[in-house]
Nanobody, 118 residues
Framework: QVQFVESGGGLVQPGGSLRLSCACSGVFGPNYVAGWYRQRPGNSRELVAS???????NYASFVAGRFTISINDDRNRVYLQMNALGPEDTAVYYC????????????WGQGTQVTVSS
């Protein structure tokens, strides 16, 4: 089964930036979707951004142009560049790949903690 390992989180001041990285044990094939998700304290996990291999990108409304999802040329590492971070972005961030029929290709990993605080 494919696995994802997230990294790049940390403590950042409001207005700051972070670049998250997700290493995939396999390779994203054509039309597969790579997604970044987050779980804020006391909330359920939610989609942040997704990228379809050979297709486009999709962002949650709360991103409001601040984040950019991308993938490397080898299609085995996915990034999330986050700018203009605010305290509301404090969460554990995860990556995964959703199946067309529902569910995900991987079990959820440990994620990477992002804390935005002064």
């Amino acid at each position: 089964q494919v696995q994802f390992v997230e990294s790049g989180g940390g403590l950042v001041q409001p207005g700051g930036s972070l670049r998250l990285s997700c290493a995939c044990s396999g390779v994203f094939g054509p039309n597969y979707v790579a997604g970044w998700y987050r779980q804020r304290p006391g909330n359920s996990r939610e989609l942040v951004a997704s990228l379809t291999i050979g297709g486009g990108t999709n962002y949650a409304s709360f991103v409001a142009g601040r984040f950019t999802i991308s993938i490397n040329d080898d299609r085995n590492r996915v990034y999330l560049q986050m700018n203009a971070l605010g305290p509301e972005d404090t969460a554990v961030y995860y990556c995964n790949s959703p199946k067309p029929e529902g569910g995900y290709f991987a079990n959820w990993g440990q994620g990477t903690q992002v804390t935005v605080s002064s």
